[in-house]
């Protein structure tokens, strides 16, 4: 264990933080491991938690200085559904959160950043199949807008003021322990509670959408993995294109029937296809694998089989 390692995450309770946290604790100890968001989360009970804003900088300051941290992962952020009924707040959220902690690496009060991106960056012209790390980046939301945004700024500081800062790419992500919190790719979660609770889901996506997907313990990963590695290491200072699955709603429906043959699957589209149509079908991560070494373990097989298992047994079914 790196004792010397003192690690703040913000937007701890979301879908991502409440395992990053867990995966964190035992790698480093939950001594060392401070989890913080805008309201107490009953998950974080294991951690040292603080009440946090992170666009409060004065509050911000006060939290790294009083726990010594030397690391930040941030995650708070508006997701891209959500993020489209409020975009002047996401914006704020999305980039004034990202400069302020990126402003405290700058003046080396902390050494070391994570802050996510995702495949929102990309948009109607990118190349759907394989999208190359470099390629045509024009998002038509007001997330991928702001994550576009985020990693040019990432790139600038670790290039200007020598700010180690990494990022991943997260293509839509998968996890039973918490829920999502107003994604596109929410549905790949949702179907599962439905088909064990309601033997039914209805689907605001078209049964033939095809986006790429990861279980949310393969991300976890990837994002320790990534914190890391050798700085010398890392070659892309914007955010790694990251890929574990690709399929659609009509494919996961139908591995679900499997587990569960009365499930049935209906179709309501909504604004949210939209934004998925801007999205890449499948991811080119060939950057993430060659310079530190990523490899995903979970399959769609895999995938379906552990949601179903856990979801039974958290739900009592």
């Known amino acids: 264990m790196d004792t010397d390692t003192k690690i703040l995450v913000i937007g701890a309770g ?3 933080g409440i395992e990053l946290c867990e995966a964190l604790n035992k790698i480093y100890g939950n001594e060392n491991v401070i989890a913080s968001d805008i309201k107490e989360i009953p998950a974080l009970s294991e951690n040292t938690f603080e009440l946090l804003d992170v666009l409060d900088k004065d509050k911000l300051l006060s939290v790294i200085q009083k726990h010594r941290i030397t690391d930040v992962y941030l995650l708070a952020a508006l997701l891209s559904a959500t993020a489209e009924k409020n975009a002047s707040f996401a914006w704020r959220l999305n980039m004034d959160g990202l400069f302020n902690v990126l ?3 700058k003046e080396k009060i902390i050494q070391k950043v ?4 995702s495949i929102a960056v990309f948009g109607p012209s990118t190349p759907k199949q394989n999208t190359p790390q470099h390629t045509i980046m024009d998002p038509n939301t007001v997330y991928g807008i702001s994550k576009l945004a985020g990693e040019r700024w990432c790139e600038w500081y670790a290039l200007k003021h020598n700010v180690d800062v990494r990022s991943i790419r997260y293509p839509g992500l998968i996890g039973w322990k918490s829920q999502p919190g107003g994604g596109t790719t ?3 979660v949702h179907i599962f509670y439905e088909a064990i609770e309601k ?3 209805t689907c605001f996506l078209k049964k033939d959408t095809m986006l790429p997907m990861m279980h949310i313990e393969d991300a976890v990963r990837a994002t320790i993995e990534l914190m890391q590695a050798p700085a010398e290491k890392i070659s892309i200072r914007s955010s790694y294109n990251l890929a574990a699955i690709s399929f659609t709603p009509d494919q996961l429906a139908q591995k679900i029937k499997q587990y569960i043959p009365e499930f049935k699957i209906d179709y309501q589209i909504d604004f949210r296809q939209s934004i998925a149509d801007s999205w890449p079908q499948s991811i080119d ?5 060659k310079d530190w070494g990523w490899k995903h373990h979970y399959d769609l097989d895999k995938l379906v089989e552990n949601m179903i298992v856990n979801i039974q047994k958290k739900i009592g079914k």
């Open 14 to 16: 979301g879908q991502i």
């Open 103 to 105: 402003e405290l690496a």
């Open 114 to 117: 994570f802050w996510p991106s």
């Open 186 to 188: 929410d549905y790949a």
């Open 199 to 201: 033997k039914h889901y």
């Open 285 to 289: 991560d060939s950057y993430a694998r």
